[in-house]
């Protein structure tokens, strides 16, 4: 397989360190909020990274980790906790409010067939790994104490930039403009937060009360789970500039080794072709998606749609023209599977191996639907379903428990009066009656099923 490494602006052959097994790091949610369509469309990205690991025989280890603190309004480390803000603003309990917005995420995960990492760690469960390593990078001495913190010296890690391809020179230059909380550079960025009395989550430390900074958490949680080098980094393209380069900087300094050695990141959604933002009041979330009458696996296959390295633009006339499209690929499907014709194995082999080469090309998962759709061309067979079904161990669009949406039955009011009338029968129990009144529906053409608190119709 090749993916596209950020790290090396390439698309490289990828072969794990370790056989068959892939061992994969991907930066989860900050859970003060409702996740909304732009980062799901992130998660969506490291799935089918998975799924197409998986199709080709990779066992997978993936560390998702669940951030629960730390997280500063700003990714450069200013502003207030973004927990501690919604727990102000909510007047709740952070403990409370990640609990909650944790558990709608994995929600969200699920209906989007979004496979659950192996493990979900939480930052909250890791003070003491955290604050391991930060002493850590003290005693290699690339890290200073100031009155508001312990942050990392970014002119002790040449390297800094490598990543984003920001050169360490710009980034040390700032240091004339005034910084504040005594860094010695404006780039240098927060290991370790000393935290004021309001903060509510804090913790003891050789520093004194207080907790960490978000970039350390990915580093010593990965390194827990993972191993000081582990094959795959994901995350969505905003972590190149500052996250991501602060888990190399930090991970090198300690071990003398880049943590990952791919690093794929996914591209942003955009909402009518601009930034996706709560203060314009254009961002999603599924459930909002799912309240206006679209599946789940609607916004799945408009994802799958474009290439995990290109801009999506989200639209409302996007998220139809997937619809239509999902659902008539649900119902040609189901006209292969009712077929009792057959299809040629050179066939079938020549559409896997074109699917295959698609998905082993730096996840094309577009160009794979697009073999999907010329297959579902081919006369129908219960082949050509079997075969799709096996896709869809990548797509993950539910392809084998698709239903075609029946439209509303209208029935008339006077089919209802009768079969209100039967029903009132039934529960006086004149089953004489009741069985008369269902003789004459079945008359005028309907079948009425009888449920404990009501009754259904349908045509016959
Ligand atoms: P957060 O919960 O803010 O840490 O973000 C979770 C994930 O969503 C991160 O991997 C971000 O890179 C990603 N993300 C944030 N905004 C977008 C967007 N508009 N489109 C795609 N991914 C995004
Ligand atoms: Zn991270």
Not at 127 to 143: N, P, R, S
Not at 270 to 292: F, H
Not at 407 to 422: H, N
Request: charge should be negative.
């Amino acid at each position: 397989m090749k993916f596209y490494n950020t790290l090396t602006r390439k698309k490289e052959d990828f072969e794990p360190m370790d056989g068959k097994r892939v061992r994969m790091y991907s930066c989860g949610p900050t859970v003060y909020n409702y996740a909304h369509i732009g980062n799901l469309r992130t998660y969506v990205f490291m799935d089918l990274l998975r799924r197409c690991l998986k199709y080709e025989g990779y066992k997978i280890k993936g560390v998702m980790n669940i951030t629960d603190v730390g997280h500063l309004l700003s990714d450069a480390d200013d502003g207030e906790d973004k927990m501690q803000k919604a727990a102000r603003e909510q007047n709740k309990d952070p403990y409370e409010i990640a609990a909650y917005y944790t558990e709608v995420f994995f929600e969200d995960l699920k209906k989007l067939n979004i496979e659950r990492p192996e493990l979900t760690p939480k930052a909250t469960d890791h003070i003491e790994d955290m604050q391991k390593y930060v002493e850590g990078l003290m005693e290699k001495g690339v890290a200073y104490e100031t009155d508001d913190g312990i942050y990392f010296d970014i002119s002790k890690f040449p390297e800094y930039g490598k990543l984003s391809g920001i050169k360490l020179e710009d980034q040390l230059s700032g240091a004339r403009v005034e910084v504040n909380g005594g860094k010695r550079h404006p780039a240098d960025f927060a290991l370790w937060k000393k935290a004021p009395k309001e903060h509510i989550m804090q913790w003891d430390s050789p520093w004194g009360k207080s907790y960490p900074g978000w970039h350390i958490e990915c580093s010593a949680m990965s390194r827990k789970y993972l191993g000081d080098v582990f094959d795959i980094h994901t995350g969505g393209v905003d972590h190149i500039p500052i996250h991501h380069e602060n888990e190399i900087a930090q991970s090198e300094s300690l071990t003398g080794k880049n943590p990952a050695r791919f690093w794929m990141h996914g591209e942003f959604m955009l909402v009518d072709g601009g930034k996706m933002s709560k203060s314009l009041g254009n961002t999603y979330t599924l459930k909002q998606l799912e309240d206006m009458g679209y599946k789940p696996m609607h916004f799945r296959y408009f994802c799958l749609n474009a290439h995990y390295r290109k801009k999506l633009n989200f639209t409302f006339e996007g998220l139809d023209g997937a619809k239509i499209a999902y659902e008539r690929l649900g119902s040609l499907l189901l006209k292969h599977k009712a077929s009792a014709q057959t299809t040629s194995p050179e066939t079938l082999a020549k559409f896997k191996a074109e699917f295959e080469a698609d998905i082993s090309d730096d996840l094309n998962v577009p160009g794979a639907l697009g073999v999907l759709w010329t297959m579902l061309k081919e006369p129908y067979s219960a082949d050509i379903y079997n075969l799709a079904l096996d896709f869809d161990r990548v797509f993950g669009l539910s392809l084998k428990d698709y239903e075609e949406e029946k439209p509303e039955l209208v029935v008339p009011d006077e089919i209802k009066a009768i079969a209100d009338e039967r029903f009132a029968a039934r529960k006086n129990k004149d089953w004489a009656k009741s069985d008369e009144l269902r003789d004459k529906l079945a008359e005028l053409g309907y079948v009425v099923k009888d449920g404990k608190d009501g009754y259904e119709l349908s045509l016959k």
